[in-house]
């Protein structure tokens, strides 16, 4: 029930509930003020100290002009009546004029007030907003430092990677070189299944596999090229396959080309989220070039080794 009052007197008390009781405020002000000044001055129509004066400089310092206004009309009525005997005395009248010119005076005061205060809200409120928006684009060209800076980072961390893929596929012999080269798929593109074939030039282009991923779940034993058109051009132009319809069961396959005919090819049965980005695609791009320098220099090193020992 006590709560009850308080969310009351609440609502009676702030700006909202002011504008509503504030005429309703005024009169009871006005009747407490009757009481207190009949009890100190008593029936005196002119008292030399009239307490609706200071009654009339609240109400307009409250409410504003109107509500000055309105006190000063119930204080000139009073006046009035208690006068009402001598209504032409040019005291009476000074009075009511004094009423009035508080009650204009202090509610046109209230006025500036509040046109000043709202001017500083509307000011303050203008480098709010100025504030919001320096923060929204400080944390643009923050995140735009960081996508940079972090770019920064990952290509020196490629350089890394290249250079560790480099010596991890730097073996002697193709049949090292295929099996490794399954490793450095997985650790370069984050995958779990890749594979390597030799291809048998021939009316199927047969594709034998050579080495796996250690999940070898689907991947194919043996690639027909024939039954895949799309990889067979691929294989044909020496260019990247991507199955960017996500259709089929190897994603992406690029061929190795040895002494001008394709040799191998190394395929990718996963399919990651970022497959379809030119980014993903081009690092395996890097990484097929990489085994294809190391198949290279492998073949070569083959070839040299029965010459060295003839040689020696």
């Known amino acids: 029930m006590a709560s009850r009052y308080v969310l009351w007197l609440k609502g009676i008390f702030n700006q909202n509930g002011m504008r509503i009781y504030q005429p309703v405020l005024t009169f009871i002000g006005f009747i407490a003020v009757q009481f207190i000044q009949y009890g100190l001055m008593g029936s005196n129509s002119l008292p030399p100290f009239d307490l609706r004066n200071i009654y009339i400089i609240i109400a307009a310092s409250r409410g504003g002009a109107p509500t000055g206004l309105l006190a000063a009309a119930l204080s000139a009525g009073a006046l009035l009546y208690q006068n009402r005997a001598n209504v032409g005395d040019t005291a009476v009248w000074l009075a009511v004029a004094v009423f009035v010119l508080l009650g204009l005076a202090f509610g046109y005061w209230k006025s500036l007030r509040d046109d000043e205060r709202e001017e500083y809200t509307a000011e303050i409120n ?4 100025k504030n919001a928006e320096l923060k929204a684009v400080y944390a643009d060209t923050l995140a735009a430092k ?62 034998c596999l050579l080495a796996c991923s250690k999940v070898s779940d689907g991947i194919m034993e043996y690639v027909r090229l024939s039954e895949y058109p799309e990889i067979r051009a691929a294989v044909s132009g020496d260019r990247l396959y991507a199955d960017n319809s996500l259709s089929g069961a190897i994603s992406l396959a690029y061929p190795v080309y040895l002494d001008g005919s394709p040799a191998y090819l190394i395929t990718v049965y996963d399919y990651p ?27 070569e090193y083959e070839e040299m080794v029965p010459l060295a020992a003839d040689t020696l």
């Open 273 to 299: 989220g970022r497959l379809l980005t030119l980014a993903y695609q081009n690092r395996f791009m890097v990484v097929c070039g990489l085994i294809k320098n190391a198949l290279s220099h492998a073949s």
């Open 146 to 207: 960081n996508a940079m800076q972090e770019q920064v980072f990952n290509t020196q961390d490629s350089y890394g990677s290249v250079y560790k893929i480099v010596e991890y596929l730097n073996l002697p012999e193709r049949p090292q070189v295929v099996s490794a080269a399954v490793d450095a798929l997985e650790q370069a593109l984050n995958i779990r299944r890749a594979a390597v074939y030799s291809i048998t030039p021939g009316e199927d282009d047969l594709a």
């Open 126 to 129: 203008k480098l709010n907003r």
